[in-house]
């Protein structure tokens, strides 16, 4: 029962001693972990027992019955049709030889039994000669199978063992004959010598080998013998102490019994089971598929015929709470009205434990079918799409921030002040080339990568430009790879990408197989991501539950709709369809297996054939038939679905921002640095410049009298340092102010005089402010006047 791996099993018996017999065996360890019917039946009763036991569908069977009843026993085995392979008989008689079990042997039911005798031993040959050669008038001493049966062999035995013995009593003592009356109370004298010389005994006799231990019988062997197509044979031995050892294993099923139709059941769909399109065919050549092909190969391996049915109610077959039972092909192998079942046959704990697996042929695993999204519509203003909308408007901030820095940081510092007039190396008008415009235009040609005639001279405005630079160089290096990102890779709207974003929203459904193992998976999942998908599918209205996969392919093409099926199907099911494709990964891992009834001899055979087609390669060569053919699979343009492009946000370039707020900021100090230090400089000379009215030519002064002139010097002298910045920090901030102003003098010395520019002097135009020359008077007793000519503060007016 071991070995055979019985998990249910009815045991009849005719009388109390049988039951005896089989005591041990009830109270085994094995025993308690099956499922025991134990029935007493007599000759009247046979019928009514074995129907019994037919109706519990109990198919292994221990026979412990009288020999003599043995042959009516058999018969109603044939009348209720319980001698099929599905049904296996144990039978406890050690003369199984001697019954007539011809109307069994092609039937492939399994009828197993032990053996006392061997007749194959030399010295049972021997004796078997002895005894065809001894015959008595009209009396045959062997039986028609011509073997020798228990009793008769243990009798002889008893005799040889006795005589072995007595012999050595008698060689050891004298033994005196005489009379025994059973009516004796003291027994004889020589009884307990004569079994302790029995028991130690060791011989070899037609039971097998003989030795005893305290009286009982301890070296004894029984043969195994099965029934097979042509007689029983041998196929393993029990001995004490060791056990059964089954030396033939195939012996529990039969490779060669093609003459063996065998019913298998199955559902059509594609690539496992499909009808031929073309042709008008019948029987087991209407089908065709990646399970025809396989089924035909483990036919052909094993050797059996089978008949293809379609299972009627169409459905693979799933356990129904309220009413207790099995549907689909479950329910059809559990009946017994089917001996296989091939397809896409998901192997489960629920659906193991009513019916048995083979091997599984194919691994897979539940995955989520979906509509291909579609592309990105082109938009006009595409190209923006590499910076986030937030970074195009940092970058106009930065782009007018510093375009305003550098324009005041270039009139602030003293040395963008320069000589528009190389040629005049004493020139009193200065230049800034740095107004708002070109300010504006310098930093946006640099943002552009373009060159401009505008160079920075400061080190303010230098400081301004490098840290301008470096932001660019970031900004137009990190737009430039990440364009060339959008540019080759195609962004998808998919608004799932797994289970998780299918269990986190409900615009989109998604659903089942009815009445499939991926809808027992979902239903008793104890993952809470696929506990509440179920609660949407068994509540969700109208049902998202389909009955094929053909209606669930279409639901997924109409749009909105997710599809949750078996990974295999589905690869088939993509390359087929371009505008279908596989969501995530898998959700589990399984395999499809075909399907027997529980204890079915077929099961290990078919599962040793389906691992010899794995190493060599067959299934694979049968996959590859049925899902990549190149005529049937559509050509898609795989990109990379998985790879998308991000717009570059501030967490990736924001620090280019901060160093160039930095360095902006860094540029200002300098600025005023250069502003102050420059002010301070030329204050003195500014304090020693006093207005004065020219001289004439008779060497005195006109228009203004001298103590005027000595007093409004004096004031002028009075300026410090703080109104000269303040009167430089006016001329700087003045935006519409000219580019040109004068020149500070930096060499004026106390006795250096400025005159005022006369009011008959034109105002300046196109923005230009311009200063007389002062007059420079030496203060040495000849006064050398110079007068310069108000035209000349112009440049070029």
Known sequence: MTFLNWTKVAIIYEDDYGLIKLRELVRSRKAQDMEVYLRQADLDSYRQVLSEIKAKEVHNIIVDTRAENMHHFLRM??????NDYNYHYLFTTFDIETFDLEDFKYNFVNITAFRLVDAEDVGVRGILRDMEKFQTEGNNLLNKSRVIQAEPALMYDSVQVFAVGLRTLEQSHALRPMNISCELEHPWDGGLSLINYINSVEMKGISGPIEFKEGRRIQFK?????????SLVKVGEWRPGLGVNVT???????????NVTLVVITILEQPYVMLRSRGNFSGNERYEGFCIDLLKEIAHMVGFAYRIELVPDGKYGVYDYETGEWNGIVRQLMDKKADLAVGSMTINYARESVIDFTKPFMNLGISILFKVPTSHPARLFSFMNPLAIEIWLYVLAAYILVSVTMFVVARFSPYEWNNPHPCHSGPEIVENQFSLANSFWFTIGTLMQQGSDLNPKAASTRIVSGVWWFFTLIIISSYTANLA??????????????????????????????????????????????????????????????????????????????????????????????NLTQIGGLLDTKGYGIATPMGSPWRDKISLAILELQEKGEIQILYDKWWKSPSDTCLRNDKE?????????????????????????????????????????????????????????????????????????????????????????????RCHASSRRRKACEKCSTHVVGYPIDNSTPTPINGVRSQRSSLRLDMSPHIHMHHHSPQQDYDGN
């Open 641 to 733: 679905k998985g790879s998308k492009a991000n717009a570059l946000g501030v967490d990736n370039i924001g620090g280019i921002f901060v160093v160039l707020l930095c360095g902006l900021a860094f540029s200002v100090l300098i600025a005023i640095f250069e502003f102050c230090y420059n002010s301070k400089r030329n204050a003195p000379a500014e304090r020693q410049r006093t207005p004065i009215p020219p001289p004439t030519c008779s060497g005195s002064l006109q228009g203004i009298p001298q103590a005027a002139q000595m007093q409004q010097q004096s004031q002028q002298q009075q300026e410090s340092l703080c109104s000269e910045m303040a009167r430089e920090l006016c001329r700087a901030i």
């Open 77 to 82: 085995i044939l009348q209720l049709q319980m």
């Open 485 to 578: 990102a959008f540019l080759t890779v195609e962004r998808m709207i998919t608004p799932i990408e797994n289970a998780e974003d299918l269990a986190s929203q409900t615009d989109i459904s998604y659903g089942t197989l009815e009445s499939g193992s991926t809808m027992t998976f979902f239903r008793d999942s104890m993952i809470e991501t696929y506990k509440k998908m179920w609660r949407f599918m068994e509540n969700r209205k109208p049902s998202v539950f389909v009955p094929t996969y053909e209606e669930g392919i279409q639901k997924v093409l109409q749009g909105n709709y997710a599809f949750l099926m078996e990974s295999t199907m589905l690869d088939y099911i993509v390359q087929r369809d371009c």
């Open 248 to 258: 033939d294993t195939s012996a529990f099923f039969e490779p060669g019994a093609t």
């Open 222 to 230: 029984l043969d195994l013998l099965k029934l097979k197509q042509h």
